[in-house]
């Protein structure tokens, strides 16, 4: 059983919106990338592919409220 509604009139769940921005901005930020080249949100090196993670969910999260029009 599908807990969501299709949706047949072309409308995007807003799950699928957080999902893009998310992509847009950690690869603009370059979130989740490896090596030092990043703008960073770590200074002092390279962070740990688990912190990588954690920050990326933070960010969808983030992304998924901005979409839904709630406050941060």
């Known amino acids: 059983m599908d807990p969501v509604p299709a ?8 799950e699928d919106i957080a999902l ?8 603009t930020a370059g979130v989740g990338r490896s090596g030092t080249s990043s703008t960073g949100f770590v200074a002092g090196g390279a962070s740990k592919p688990e912190d990588q993670v954690t920050q990326l969910l933070e960010l969808y999260a983030r992304c998924l409220r901005v979409v839904e029009g709630k406050p941060a």
Do not use: M, S
Not at 7 to 14: D, F, I, L, S, T
Not at 20 to 27: E, N, P, R, S
């Open 7 to 14: 949706q047949g009139n072309g409308a995007r769940r807003n």
């Open 20 to 27: 893009d921005l998310l992509k847009f901005a950690a690869a």
